[in-house]
């Protein structure tokens, strides 16, 4: 490896620039992506929990017939909750905060092209999250759905302020989801390392590359719905509204169009960590780098083609259907080409059995099932019968557990040692495997059959001799079953933290730069920027070729002028390196900002207009500062 | 008030795969059609990934990935490029039989959503009922959907697919039911806190017997023949009960939205489907429907005991 | 901002005045952002148009459009001072016609806001009366608290700009804000086509 040295002395001035300021302040104002990153994944896994423990109240609840657990009302909000949470709060933020830690250090950058966006996003993220719970305080719960439809959820059917509190809380956590994928493309288009031409890239990050493009595409129609139907429940206006000119099928058709790429903006970047995964305990090169990386482009562009398979029961004409179906009916074939080429590597290499494998063989096995389900649901006669009953609450669970949950877990076993340079337990971990497995299929397979028997969703309870009771008690034991396995895992991240073994650099054997460093990595990840030659940087036998003068842009980041954070931009393409650019150290801007647009929406909330006057005003001014100040230490 | 141990009114629900009708069986058929493709088609990708994780673990990796990618062009391109066409096909030819436009000689019904009900009603005889739809077998039936309120969708598993019943649409539903019987339907699309208890019952009767019921149904009620139940009907006026309910000739109702119930008796269920039609259960959900069904529209009636016997014997006259 | 030299080919390229950097990576993918967001209102009017019987609905009647046209016209005017400072950025030269530019645009768009505010009352738009009155409230709201942004963005690089040359981070501001200003003229001319003129046909 032909890097440069630093003259001594400057080492120390690198890690002074990018040291974390101290004290409370210090870390209120934090920028790094691996802190930030790093509270975004406590974070989305703390609402994982909620919603998780919410899951098993309506489990309990479901276990058998006419019980008197829950009440409907209670019911009701648990089911919104839960979607809520496991959509918005957990499956959406956790692939982004796991990018926004470890992309940059696969990309071989110092940190995210935008520090104070990373903090400004997470902060409103769980501002957000905590907006939205701050609703069981007022009594107040949401009862109206994940996907919220009018007019149930208008003024008229929804009196009180739980629908605001559902609207608020979510437009302030896709608002943060924007500002992460906006980041994220930045991130890929202009921060790779020098020489890792677009075509060299880690596959996660054409993952995260077509995630971020479909949320910047796919988020904006339910920010304007949601403003759309507050405006309808707070001012008066009529969008929703039948009786006076609107049309109730307008929120439908703007939810799905941001509603079905979510369900790729979810899953995009678990395939990608299963891409990644792969290669590395199969101890060989993916095979088909090119046709998953067309493929994951393709899973983006047809999710926007099928929204309306979300609406096969609402008297949309025949044709229009047969339309969306067609497209529903060839997205399973990227994915397809992904399962082959992962299964084609697994084949081509020698496996090593640890862990992460175990949860990329059960997320294959589960995720196929829910991908021939799939198939079924985009039959529009077939899903007419399975639309809204406990089939499609199957299929979407083997999709989004299965394709989702299971690769993140394979991820936190795979990279949790690069956080804390602690190793998990392997026997601890493929215990919880299993547990998880099985309780997951014991949860989630009966499902099929009770909807099948015509027991639709969203019900608090059923009448006796249904003849769902017992397929719906095998789901709730399940569900236990599932619980522990998660909790094994929940211990096993916790006891490795302190008792893990020491993990090193590179426990794995990794292809990618993110092992190049050490665990946990410095603040400035690298010290001398690594020039790419190829696709497994760690892998080739002459991994870092200089083929760029190094003498000005290398020598500027390893002997910055002062204590400034400084990364190098590379050319779209190619990865020329372009110029290097200096970032911003650290900033009360993101908190403040978040603070006034709590205060503006708080203020909806209340109906005190006034307050969102005020808001808004601090918004503005803190932009104006924001823009103004450099803030990089400079 | 305890909700415990309630007398199961409605019928249980039928299974989609255990059809009643030509749409849900042409479905069913597809069903099967597609259980069964996918079901081999996901054993044999397992089949494929167990034989991957075990190929190979003693030996070297292998440089050549010529095998390795035709396995990904047939299975991940090919094998898709057949069965989802095929799939699509199947799916489409269904799809133009169900959704066939119903015969001249179909029935028309009406059918309006509410927060948590159904109102029924047969346009050609002018019958107006809630809860229960009466159809003959082996006649196509085609229903008008709306609502009144929010959302709902109208589902009879063994008879056909749900139809979204939407407020300021009107959509259609074409079915037939071959065999005599009665049918759970529900509603599934979340309506409000009692979307669970939005059922109602489909009853399948012979020709004959249809057209007698209707016949049944299209009569008033008639005047009440006895004291008591002459005082159940002027219970009836003075608690307000008539300012919602409609019974023909005696009450307008339409202050709010509720059941008509001039032909009460005749049915079998009460409040939408959750209780049998008896006077213990028609007693107490007078008193206190809250209690039984939390958020529901009905408000509950403080009424004397007296007061209730006469009411209920009126109530029960209304065949 | 330092720009430090480039590197790969034989003899280090200058830099040019100013590279498309992250900030200008990140002003375009929230144009399109801003773009999915007009996308999905501009389908809201023309589907709730499309099940309405009578459009405007009655009472209301078919918007005056001179009123607009001026107002149209002023804020498509604006872009030629906005191409001034884009290419004054551009090149980081700031004197001569910068601040006049920046000026003229700030004028022209405070005119066209305060013409289309008096505008509403005129037309007799009221959102809480009828879908049409609402469909105007969200897009010509969405339209003008764009347009207000990007005004405050002019009078911040009004403000900072200081002396003859720009620095790099004020070039970047600059173009910014003029393509963000651009979005502001585009976006106007779909949406007062869709409020103003497709009533008179359609």
């Known amino acids: 490896m032909t890097l440069l040295q630093a003259r001594p002395g400057t080492e120390d001035r690198l890690a002074a620039a990018w040291a974390t300021p101290r004290g409370l302040a210090g870390s209120l104002t934090a920028l790094n992506h691996k802190q930030v990153a790093q509270r975004f994944l406590v974070t989305a896994f703390v609402f994982f929990a909620l919603g998780g ?149 880690p596959l996660l990050s054409w993952n995260v590359l077509v995630t971020g493009v479909s949320i910047i595409f796919a988020f904006p129609p339910l920010v304007v719905a949601s403003v759309l139907l507050e405006l309808d429940r707070t001012v008066g206006t009529h969008f929703y509204d039948p009786a006076t000119g609107g049309d109730a099928l307008l929120w439908q058709h703007l939810f799905w169009f941001f509603g079905h790429p979510e369900v790729y903006i979810v899953l995009l970047p678990g395939l990608g960590i299963v891409s990644t995964i792969v290669p590395v305990l199969a101890r060989t090169r993916i095979v088909g780098y090119s046709l998953i990386a067309v493929s994951t482009v393709a899973i983006g562009i047809l999710g926007f083609g099928v929204w309306v398979h979300h609406m096969f029961t609402t008297g949309l004409p025949q044709l229009g259907l047969a339309f969306f179906s067609l497209a529903s009916l060839f997205i399973p074939i990227p994915s397809a080409i992904q399962i082959s080429a992962w299964i084609a590597t697994l084949w081509q290499g020698r496996v090593v059995w640890k862990t992460p494998l175990l949860y990329i063989v059960g997320f294959i096995v589960i995720f196929v099932a829910g991908g021939v389900t799939g198939v079924m649901v985009a039959s529009v006669p077939f899903d007419q019968q399975a639309h809204d009953s406990y089939f499609v609450v199957a299929h979407f669970h083997y999709v989004l557990i299965g394709g989702m949950l299971f690769p993140v877990l394979a991820g936190l076993y795979f990279w949790l040692p690069k956080i804390t340079g602690r190793m998990l337990s392997e026997r601890s971990g493929k215990v919880s495997f299993w547990l998880t497995f099985v309780g997951f299929n014991l949860t989630f397979f009966p499902l099929h059959i009770t909807g099948l028997q015509g027991m639709p969703r969203r019900v608090y309870t059923y009448a ?8 719906q008690a095998l789901s709730t034991i399940g569900s236990i079953v599932l619980t522990t396995g998660l909790l094994a895992t929940l211990g096993n991240v916790i006891s490795s933290v302190r008792y893990g073994e020491r993990a090193g650099d590179d426990p794995w054997g990794g292809e990618t ?58 050319s779209l393409l190619d990865a020329v390196p372009e110029e290097v650019i200096t970032l911003p150290k650290q900033s009360w801007w993101p908190l403040l900002m978040a603070l006034f647009l709590v205060l503006a929406l708080g203020g909806v909330l209340v109906s005190v207009y006034p307050l969102s006057l005020a808001g808004l005003l601090g918004a503005v001014c803190v932009g104006i500062a924001w823009t103004w100040s450099r803030e990089d230490g400079s | ?61 292998r440089r050549n990935t010529r095998g390795a990618k035709a396995f990904i062009a047939v299975w991940g391109v090919v094998i898709p490029m057949i069965v989802l066409p095929a799939v699509f096909a199947y799916s489409l030819v269904v799809g133009i039989g169900i959704s066939r436009p119903a015969p001249p000689e179909a029935l028309d019904i009406e059918v309006v959503g509410y927060q948590f009900w159904w109102e029924v009603r047969y346009p050609d005889s002018g019958v107006v009922t809630a809860n229960e739809v009466h159809v003959p077998v082996g006649r196509p039936v085609q229903l008008q959907l709306t609502s009144a309120d929010v959302i709902h969708s109208l589902w009879v598993p063994p008879v056909s697919g749900k139809v979204d019943l939407v407020p300021g649409r009107e959509n259609t539903m074409t079915f037939q039911v071959d065999e005599p019987g009665t049918y759970l339907g529900e509603c599934a699309e979340f309506c409000g806190i009692q979307h669970a208890r939005m059922q109602f019952v489909l009853v399948a009767l012979p020709e004959e017997e249809f057209q007698e019921h209707l016949l049944a149904l299209r009569l008033a009620s008639g005047t009440p023949d006895t004291d008591l139940e002459r005082a159940g009907r002027d219970v009836f006026l003075a608690a307000s009960c008539g300012d919602c309910h409609r019974v023909e000739d005696v009450s307008e109702g339409g202050v709010a939205p509720a059941p008509d119930l001039t032909h009460l008796a005749s049915r079998e269920t009460i409040a939408a489907g959750m209780l049998e039609n008896n006077r213990g259960n028609l007693a107490g959900w007078i008193l206190d429907p809250q209690g039984l069904k939390p958020g529901v529209r009905m408000p509950p009636n403080n009424l004397g005991g007296d007061e209730l016997q006469a009411l209920l014997a009126y109530l029960e006259s209304l065949e | 901002m330092r720009t430090s030299g480039y590197a790969g080919d034989p003899a280090p390229r200058p830099a040019p005045a100013i590279a498309r950097d992250s900030g200008w990576w990140g002003m375009q993918l929230t144009l399109w952002v801003l773009i999915s967001m007009l996308a999905a209102l501009i389908f809201s009017y023309y589907y709730l148009r499309s099940g309405a019987q009578a459009w405007p609905p009655p009472p209301a009647e078919d918007p005056v459009l001179w009123r607009t046209g001026i107002a149209s016209a002023l804020l498509v005017l604006s872009a030629v001072p906005t191409v001034v400072v884009h290419v004054a950025a551009r090149s980081g030269r700031a004197g001569g016609r910068l601040p006049a530019a920046l000026a003229a645009a700030l004028v022209l768009g405070a005119a066209f806001l305060a013409i289309q505010l008096a505008d509403y009352p005129a037309n007799d738009i009221d959102p809480q009366r009828d879908v049409y009155g609402s469909l105007v409230l969200a897009l010509a709201g969405f339209h003008h608290i764009n347009a207000v942004l990007v005004l405050i963005g002019f009078a911040v690089v009004a403000l900072k700009v200081r002396g003859d040359r720009m620095r790099p981070r004020e070039q970047q501001m600059a173009v910014i804000v003029a393509h963000y200003w651009y979005f502001v003229v585009g976006s106007w001319l779909v949406i007062a086509f869709t409020l103003y003129l497709t009533p008179r046909f359609w």
């Open chain 2, 1 to 61: 008030m305890s909700t415990e141990a309630l007398p199961v009114a409605a019928p249980a629900p039928g299974s989609v795969l255990d059809p009643v009708g030509p749409d849900a069986a042409s479905i069913a058929g597809l069903t099967w059609f597609m259980i069964v493709l996918g079901g081999l088609l996901w054993l044999a990708t397992v089949v494929f990934l167990v034989l991957a994780l075990r190929h190979r673990a003693h030996r070297a990796p």
């Open chain 1, 53 to 201: 423990i919410q899951s098993l109240f309506m489990r309990w609840q479901l276990g058998s017939a006419e019980s008197t657990f829950l009440d409907a009302q209670t019911y009701n909000e648990l089911f919104t909750m839960h979607g809520t949470t496991m959509m918005f709060l957990f499956a959406v933020p956790v692939g982004e905060a796991f990018a926004m830690y470890f992309l940059p250090l696969m990309l071989g950058t110092r940190d995210l092209p935008f520090p104070r966006l990373t903090a400004f996003g997470y902060y409103i993220y769980v501002f957000g999250g905590i907006f939205l719970y701050a609703s069981f305080l007022f009594g107040e719960v949401p009862d109206g759905g994940w996907f919220s439809y009018v007019p149930l959820t208008g003024a008229e059917y929804s009196p009180g302020s739980s629908i605001d509190f559902w609207l608020l809380g979510v437009t302030f956590v896709e608002i943060a989801t924007i500002g992460g994928a906006i980041e994220l493309v930045v991130l890929i288009l202009r921060n790779r390392a020098p020489g890792m031409k677009i075509s060299r890239m």
């Open chain 1, 464 to 471: 006796e001799g249904t003849g769902w009771e017992t397929t």
């Open chain 1, 513 to 570: 730069l993110d092992w190049w460093v050490s665990s946990p990595p410095p603040a400035y990840n690298f010290r001398a920027v690594p020039e790419v030659a190829g696709r497994s940087p760690l892998w080739d036998t002459r991994p870092f070729q200089p083929r760029y003068d190094p003498s000005t842009w290398q020598q500027e980041l390893l002997e910055p002028p002062g204590q400034v954070r400084q990364v190098v931009l590379t």
